[in-house]
């Protein structure tokens, strides 16, 4: 099956920029996507990339793609407290019907 | 409405009870999923419902039974769980093709004493 693997951890400043990172195995997954989850919530959908793209920007995230070596990246600008939370990077397979999630960042910004 | 819907929010049962879970859309997607989250991991596929028939089912145990009455609902059904069935269920839905991604539910917190 499909493994998406992340970094579990992640400290940075305030006002500083983070890079989660994401590696997956499937190299046919078409979208890719970035999910937010803060303590005792649901998954909120933050951005997704197709896979023809090498990177997307919206706001302050953007997303890189690199193919080749099955690598997916978010960067967040201007880090905030409000964004702490685990982020979870998901890739479509199984033919187009099923989510993988990775196994999730957990990002804590320090004041 | 862009939201998905997930009643209760909190639930606790003995091993013996059965209990329903409830997912309710109105963005007129065709696909729901069920998904069990444990901990600080990853969100894990249960079910996937496409037009209302269950396409895929990830080897659950019995004792969860889905069912998707219209396609704007989808149930869980619960009987004789065990205490590590204990977890945070996910219910979502996508439009056909998944190019705008799941949308989620905040869930229902399940404990299982």
């Known amino acids: 099956g499909e493994d998406v693997e992340q970094s579990l951890f992640l400290s940075v400043r305030e006002g500083d920029s983070s890079v989660i990172n994401c590696t997956y195995t499937d190299s046919s997954s078409t979208y890719l996507y970035w999910y937010k989850q803060e303590p005792g919530a649901g998954l909120q959908l933050l951005t997704y990339i197709f896979s023809n793209m090498d990177m997307k920007q919206d706001q302050r995230l953007t997303v890189l793609l690199n193919k080749k070596d099955k690598h997916l990246s978010l960067r967040i600008a201007d880090t905030q407290t409000g964004d702490s939370a685990i982020y979870f990077c998901a890739v479509v397979t199984g033919g187009g019907n099923k989510l993988t999630f990775g196994t999730g960042t957990q990002l804590k910004v320090e004041l | 409405d862009t939201e998905v819907t997930q009643t209760p929010k909190h639930l606790v049962m003995g091993m013996t009870n059965k209990k329903s879970l409830k997912c309710e859309q109105h963005m007129g997607h065709r696909a729901m999923y069920w998904y069990k989250q444990k901990a600080k991991k990853p969100p894990e596929l249960m079910f996937v419902?496409?037009?209302?028939?269950?396409?895929i089912n990830e080897s659950v145990p019995s004792r969860f039974s889905p069912e998707c009455p219209n396609s704007s609902l989808l149930n869980l059904h619960l009987h004789a769980l065990q205490p590590e069935d204990s977890a945070l269920y996910l219910c979502?839905?996508?439009?056909?093709?998944?190019?705008?991604?799941?949308?989620f539910g905040s869930g229902t917190r399940l404990t299982v004493v």
């Open positions: 979502a839905s996508s439009q056909e093709g998944l190019s705008y991604g799941y949308t």
């Open positions: 419902y496409s037009y209302e028939k269950l396409s």
